[in-house]
């Protein structure tokens, strides 16, 4: 990396505003392509944000891309398989085998791992990437789009060809933007902690020590249980629904008594240390860019629920194909901008169907309960691997 890096009259010079994963898969796959870099981030340093993350194979084809994968594969756990529980009767109800089907059809490992983990491997490779420049503690000028332009090419020394806001659900990038979203709370609370095996003593043998990822389907509510690491360690994450509009401040076993489920699931619940409680925010549906020279990627963009752990995914997709969209057209980057929007938004709205479907599932009540246990109970393995061959097989060549 070079602070004071020159580039020539035919190379693109882009400013990420965010350090998350979107602006840094952005930032690698666009200095990949020639271009200079320059990436905004208000914290002072890139510490622990969040949780686990799942990975699924369309987000990890890409990493595998951008040469990150042996520097992964030492952080990243990849599950056997995805097994649908109900919560009630802790009875396994379908079983997805992930780990096969990853590789043998979507040509990618699925693996779980910590967000830092990630976001440190990333920053690495920033880092270690000449036509790359990290800014940490940067203060940008958010009073409207000229002045945040004018101040990002004052501290760049260079008018950028683009700006991409990459900075998260509460982007400051998208409140200068015109017509885009805004945030939302999606009225549902994600409760998250590590489990030993001591704590998942209660639950069957096929629960308690499995490198597989569980599905406690319940009513209004699901709990997931995921390798953390080599060790017997779970991350569990607990949704529940919140009714009202803005979150609830609730305690964690006052939110566990509310719901109907097995007594051993609940023990496993209250075993809870360090717990952590996120409210689950959205972003509604606008323009993602302002027909010239700025966009919004990731959750800036379009921050959505979690029912198909596919955030991360999203996030990362965003960040690649944008760069090589931009970077390989001969066409003007307003141009791309819409097009990039056009194809993105086509996707996300398939992602989002899945997701919304995935939460009736998870959480379904009285007979469509019992209706789905009976469909999903005589559907194979395979067949429900192949359902999800258009997420999972994603290239940014389709």
Same mark, same amino acid.
């Given at each position: 990396?070079?602070e004071?890096?020159?580039?020539?009259?035919?190379?693109?010079?882009?400013?990420?505003v965010?350090?998350g994963?979107?602006?840094?898969?952005?930032?690698?796959?666009?200095?990949?392509?020639?271009a200079h870099?320059?990436?905004?981030?208000?914290?002072?340093?890139?510490?622990?944000?969040?949780?686990?993350?799942?990975?699924?194979p369309?987000?990890?084809?890409?990493?595998?891309?951008?040469?990150l994968?042996?520097?992964?594969?030492?952080?990243?756990?990849?599950?056997?398989?995805?097994?649908?529980?109900?919560?009630?009767?802790?009875?396994?109800?379908?079983e997805v085998?992930?780990?096969?089907?990853?590789?043998?059809?979507?040509?990618?490992?699925?693996a779980?791992?910590?967000?830092a983990?990630?976001?440190?491997?990333?920053?690495?490779?920033?880092?270690a990437?000449?036509?790359?420049?990290?800014?940490?503690?940067s203060?940008?000028?958010?009073?409207?789009?000229?002045?945040?332009?004018?101040?990002?090419?004052?501290?760049?020394?260079?008018?950028p060809?683009?700006?991409?806001?990459?900075?998260?659900?509460? &982007? @400051?990038? !998208?409140?200068?933007?015109? +017509?885009t =979203?805004?945030?939302?709370?999606?009225?549902?609370?994600?409760?998250r902690? $590590?489990a030993?095996?001591?704590?998942?003593?209660?639950?069957?043998?096929?629960? &308690? @020590?499995? !490198?597989?990822?569980h599905? +406690?389907? =319940?009513?209004?509510?699901?709990?997931?249980?995921?390798?953390?690491?080599? $060790?017997?360690n779970?991350?569990?994450?607990?949704?529940?629904?919140?009714?009202?509009?803005?979150?609830?401040t609730?305690?964690?076993?006052?939110?566990?008594?509310?719901?109907?489920?097995h007594?051993?699931?609940?023990?496993?619940?209250?075993?809870?240390?360090?717990?952590?409680?996120?409210?689950?925010?959205?972003?509604?549906?606008g323009?993602?860019?302002?027909?010239?020279?700025?966009?919004?990627?990731?959750?800036?963009?379009?921050?959505?629920?979690?029912?198909?752990?596919q955030?991360a995914?999203?996030?990362?997709?965003?960040?690649?194909?944008l760069?090589?969209?931009?970077?390989?057209?001969?066409?003007?980057?307003?141009d791309?901008?819409?097009?990039?929007?056009?194809?993105?938004?086509?996707r996300?709205?398939?992602?989002?169907?899945?997701?919304?479907?995935?939460?009736f599932?998870?959480?379904?009540?009285?007979?469509?309960k019992?209706?789905?246990?009976?469909?999903?109970s005589?559907?194979?393995?395979?067949?429900?691997?192949?359902?999800?061959?258009w997420?999972?097989g994603?290239?940014?060549?389709?």
């Open positions: 990396m070079s004071g890096s020159t580039s020539n009259e035919n190379q693109l010079n882009i400013a990420i965010g350090a994963i979107a602006g840094l898969v952005s930032a690698l796959t666009m200095s990949h392509a020639g870099v320059q990436i905004f981030e208000k914290a002072e340093e890139l510490t622990e944000i969040g949780a686990s993350i799942q990975l699924s369309n987000a990890t084809k890409i990493l595998q891309t951008l040469g994968e042996d520097a992964l594969a030492k952080l990243w756990i990849e599950p056997h398989s995805v097994k649908l529980t109900d919560a009630q009767t802790l009875r396994i109800i379908a085998p992930i780990s096969e089907l990853a590789k043998n059809s979507w040509g990618a490992p699925y779980v791992l910590r967000r983990d990630l976001q440190h491997v990333l920053h690495q490779a920033v880092s990437d000449e036509n790359c420049t990290l800014h940490l503690s203060n940008l000028n958010f009073g409207g789009p000229n002045r945040l332009s004018n101040d990002i090419s004052g501290k760049m020394g260079v008018k060809d683009l700006i991409i806001g990459a900075d998260g659900v509460w &982007s @400051s990038v !998208r409140k200068v933007m015109p +017509l =979203g805004h945030p939302k709370f999606g009225n549902y609370i994600a409760w902690f $590590n030993d095996l001591s704590a998942r003593a209660h639950l069957p043998p096929e629960i &308690s @020590s499995s !490198r597989s990822i599905v +406690l389907m =319940g009513a209004s509510n699901h709990t997931a249980i995921y390798p953390a690491d080599d $060790n017997g779970s991350n569990v994450i607990f949704v529940t629904r919140d009714k009202n509009d803005k979150p609830e609730i305690k964690f076993d006052k939110a566990i008594s509310r719901y109907d489920m007594p051993n699931a609940v023990h496993m619940l209250q075993s809870a240390t360090q717990l952590g409680c996120w409210p689950i925010n959205q972003v509604t549906d323009t993602w860019n302002n027909g010239r020279d700025m966009v919004l990627i990731g959750d800036a963009a379009h921050a959505m629920m979690p029912f198909s752990a955030g995914a999203m996030a990362i997709e965003d960040g690649y194909l760069s090589k969209m931009v970077t390989d057209s001969p066409y003007q980057i307003s791309m901008l819409q097009s990039f929007e056009k194809k993105r938004k086509i996300l709205s398939k992602v989002k169907s899945r997701t919304a479907f995935n939460r599932a998870y959480h379904a009540i009285g007979p469509i019992w209706g789905r246990n009976l469909v999903l005589r559907k194979s393995p395979q067949s429900l691997g192949r359902g999800l061959d997420l999972y994603w290239s940014a060549d389709d």
